[in-house]
C-alpha cells in the first residue's frame, strides 16, 4: 500500500508543471521539462526572428558580469498568437557561459522595456528546458 501512494505522488510530481499556473497563462499547460528550442515551432507562437545578441542587461545571475560576461548569447523573438504579446527567449550557447547545458530567460518584452526587469521574466531555461515562474 505504502509503494502505491508513493508511485502515486512520484507521478503527479512528474507532472506538475504541466498543471502549475505560470506567472504569465500564456505558458500554463506545456508539457514538464518542454526543451526550449520547440517553443518557436509551438502552435500557440509564432517565430519573429531569431539571432545572435548581446547578453541582455540587468540579469547578472543568468549572464554574468565584465570581464566574465557570456559573449555567445541567442535572442529568439516569439508572439503569442491568441494575445498579441511578445517574448524573447535569450539563450547561452557556448560552453565557457554555461558549462555545455544551456541556460537562459524568457521576458515579456513589453515589460522588460519598461524596464521591469523582476516582472519581466515569465521563464527560466536550465539545461536546455523551459521552467515558468
Known amino acids: 500500500m505504502k509503494s502505491i501512494i508513493l508511485l502515486i505522488a512520484l507521478l503527479s510530481s512528474l507532472t506538475s508543471f504541466a498543471a502549475d499556473k ?4 500564456n505558458f500554463d499547460g506545456l508539457e514538464a521539462g518542454e526543451h ?15 539571432g ?13 558580469v565584465a570581464p566574465n560576461l557570456c559573449h555567445d548569447v541567442m535572442a529568439t523573438y516569439l508572439k503569442h498568437k491568441a494575445s498579441g504579446k511578445t517574448y524573447v527567449m535569450f539563450t547561452t550557447h557556448d560552453d565557457y557561459c554555461d558549462g555545455g547545458n544551456t ?12 524596464q521591469k526587469l523582476e516582472e519581466a521574466v515569465v521563464a527560466e531555461i536550465g ?7
Open 127 to 133: 539545461d536546455s528546458e523551459v521552467y515558468c515562474n
Open 103 to 114: 541556460i537562459g530567460i524568457i521576458v515579456d518584452m513589453k515589460l522588460y522595456s519598461q
Open 36 to 50: 526550449y528550442s520547440k517553443l518557436q515551432y509551438h502552435n500557440r507562437f509564432e517565430l519573429l526572428y531569431e
Open 22 to 25: 505560470c506567472k504569465d497563462s
Open 52 to 64: 545572435d545578441s548581446p547578453a541582455p542587461a540587468g540579469f547578472s545571475d543568468t549572464f554574468g
